[in-house]
């Protein structure tokens, strides 16, 4: 079959494919309101679930204490802390319609959340897709339970006194919901002094709201004493966020700073650093004057962001001290990067002086809100708060060697388009290989100058060796020659390249969008292959195992990677020999070994990466494939026409071609 009648079958097939997903999408289907039959959404009440009232039992223990746990003082002279039996409050919902974000199930260990569970996503398990469980309990080596949001250490300063009240149950005050819908809970524990007195006493408040993302946070603290008393605590921040990314972990901790300039930067630490770290890491921002704002742990496509909030007439909380992020290993001596690590981060609150109990400022209330959810630029945008704290710079684009200033500002405008293309065609496979075949049709008089320039350059290799062998003594008067023959020809060794090098951010940018993406995750393409472009196609499922000596695991038999190995494979086959390849054996050979890995390579390098990158790859490579022919053919038909007799246009014969009917500027 002809490379004519192929690429016909391959673009015939694509229309007619293209045109059955749009139709099945029902983009072109009036919407209509749902059945009033349909089950009711989930009720907004609060569940309140008793556990054990001692403090160090399992959550499975049964309940049988009547008083409430105290930690208990060490001497008659150390203070001691109260709370109450061990409750696990539960806000919110899962279900998307009661208008709750997320479910939250309290702790009273720590006043602490113990899960968060996000009602738009689910877990991408394809046998029983269930609910995101986005905050976790993590279990690092010591065995000790940590859960988000639990207060550490409370700080006595002038009586030299720490109490971990992380693992106190803190009493339940109660639950509440308002006229909004709006739903409250309060824990309080009691700092006594060596003769149970009470001394200090803590309130923690959680409060989440309907269609929003926020989680309000307070904690007051009274002084109870009759003396002045200077306090200061430390928070532990959200923790247990699942890997997202099959391939590359790309979970971290990030600082939001607001510079000089009224600029919000960030400063990241990857998690490459937290692994290696042997323990937790400062959260700094490069330029020690900014202001710091937030702090977050992320994956791929979320963000638990803990935003402590100043007061009414300040910028910024100038009572956070330490910052924090740090790695929990289940098991220290497992080796690092296994999978079963999380990240979490801690902040440290200033110390504050509180008046003795019953005049002005003998209470301190500090402030936090907790963002929960997707790191989308859209949903960013739309919010003012989200906007003025810069929330986007929780999201990762894999610039690669190209600076953030160049690839985010892509990245960002290709994700804009491809939300436009999906409102309008509701599949966003399709709209990942429109857009690569839009992006190539744009850049193509850029790469057909450049396929021109390196087809001349290999038609004038054997006359540049020729100048290179006679003048090889002379290095200047042998660039001079081959300038000359180059201008003569209109050739220029730059533009083999250049385009080349122009091109390079986009494609990276749209490499990046598509990546990145939180609207691909959990898109299909089709409806029984590549259902989440977000994961690997997996049009065949096995039980995972490890290739030996290189430690990759195979769970399913992923076509995507096979056919962009066939695309590269016809790619360089298209490729025009380089000039140096021509007359230099070592280049063709290095031209040959290059035309034998690269089909290899990148599918082995992206077999388990996911299906929307391998998508892209693939329809860039196929799309390139179809554009070489089309370049090559144009250039064989010129190379024709010259040796009918026709004069070359140079720069310094002036010749002219003889003037034709108008044709089609490509025809197959």
């Known amino acids: 079959m002809s490379p004519r009648i192929s690429i016909a079958v391959v673009l015939a097939f694509f229309c007619l494919l293209c045109a059955g997903l749009v139709l099945e999408s029902g983009a072109f289907r009036t919407t209509t309101s749902p059945d009033a039959t349909d089950s009711p959404p989930a009720r907004r009440g609060l569940m309140l679930l008793q556990q054990t009232t001692d403090v160090d039992t399992p959550a499975s223990s049964p309940t049988a204490a009547v008083q409430p746990p105290r930690l208990q003082a060490a001497t008659s002279e150390d203070f001691g802390a109260l709370g109450g039996p061990s409750q696990r409050p539960i806000v919110g919902s899962v279900d998307p319609r009661s208008g709750f974000k997320f479910q939250l199930e309290l702790d009273s260990k720590g006043a602490s959340i113990r899960r968060a569970i996000l009602s738009e996503f689910n877990n991408r398990d394809h046998k029983d897709p269930q609910p995101l469980v986005f905050l976790a309990p993590s279990q690092p080596d010591s065995g000790r339970e940590m859960l988000s949001m639990a207060n550490k250490g409370f700080v006595l300063v002038d009586q030299g006194r720490q109490l971990n009240l992380d693992g106190l149950s803190w009493k339940t005050l109660g639950a509440e919901t308002d ?18 007195r009470p001394f200090v006493r803590l309130t923690k408040t959680y409060r989440i709201q309907p269609d929003s993302y926020l989680v309000d946070c307070s904690l007051t603290i009274d002084n109870l004493s009759g003396d002045t008393q200077k306090v200061r605590y430390d928070l532990r921040g959200p923790l247990g966020l699942e890997r997202e990314a099959f391939r590359q972990d790309m979970r971290g901790v990030i600082g939001g700073f607001r510079n000089a300039q009224g600029q919000v930067v960030r400063s990241k630490i990857e998690w490459k650093n937290l692994v290696k770290a042997p323990g937790p890491l400062p959260i700094e921002s490069k330029n020690g004057g900014n202001q710091f704002l937030w702090a977050a742990a992320v994956n ?369």
Not at 480 to 507: D, H, N, T
Request: charged content about 20%; glycine content about 6%; aromatic content about 10%.
């Open 179 to 196: 006229d909004d819908a709006d739903q409250t809970v309060s824990f309080e524990a009691t700092i006594t002094d060596g003769r149970d």
């Open 300 to 668: 791929k496509y979320f963000a638990a962001i803990l935003v402590p909030v100043p007061e009414a007439d300040a910028s910024f909380c100038d009572w956070i001290g330490g910052r924090t992020g740090r790695l929990y290993n289940p098991d220290a001596d497992a080796k690092a990067d296994t999978g079963d690590e999380t990240v979490g981060l801690d902040l440290s609150v200033a110390s504050a002086t509180l008046q003795p109990a019953g005049q002005a400022d003998s209470t301190r209330s500090y402030n936090f809100q907790l963002y929960l959810g997707p790191k989308d630029k859209s949903l960013f945008d739309k919010n003012e708060l989200y906007k003025e704290l810069g929330f986007v710079q929780t999201i990762d684009f894999m610039g690669c060697c190209c600076p953030e200033s160049i690839i985010n500002p892509l990245a960002f405008a290709i994700l804009a388009i491809m939300k436009a293309m999906y409102a309008v065609i509701h599949n966003y496979g399709i709209v990942i290989i429109i857009l690569v075949f839009v992006m190539r049709l744009i850049m193509h008089p850029i790469t057909k100058k450049s396929q021109v320039s390196m087809s001349k350059m290999s038609q004038l290799a054997p006359r540049a060796e020729e100048i290179k062998k006679k003048y090889a003594n002379n290095k200047q008067e042998m660039n001079k020659r081959l300038m000359e023959l180059y201008r003569e020809q209109g050739a220029s060794p730059i533009m083999g390249f250049l385009p080349m090098l122009v091109q390079m951010p986009i494609w990276i940018a749209l490499w990046s969008a598509v990546y990145t993406s939180i609207d691909l995750r959990g898109a299909a393409f089709l409806p029984f292959w590549i259902t989440d472009l977000s994961m690997p196609d997996a049009l065949i499922r096995w039980s995972p195992f490890t290739i030996p000596l290189l430690g990759w695991k195979v769970a399913s038999l992923n076509v995507l990677p096979l056919l962009m190995g066939l695309a590269f494979y016809l790619q360089q086959k298209l490729m025009p020999t380089q000039a140096n390849a021509a007359t230099n054996p070592q280049m063709a050979q290095q031209q040959k070994m290059m035309m034998i890995m690269m089909p290899l390579l990148f599918p082995l390098m992206l077999y388990n990466g996911p299906s929307g990158v391998n998508l892209y790859i693939m329809a860039s490579t196929f799309a390139g494939v179809i554009e070489q022919h089309v370049i090559r053919k144009h250039i064989r038909q010129r190379e024709v026409e010259e040796a009918q007799g026709l004069v070359a246009v140079t720069s310094k014969t002036g010749g002219k071609v003889k003037k034709k009917k108008p044709k089609p500027f490509y025809k197959f």
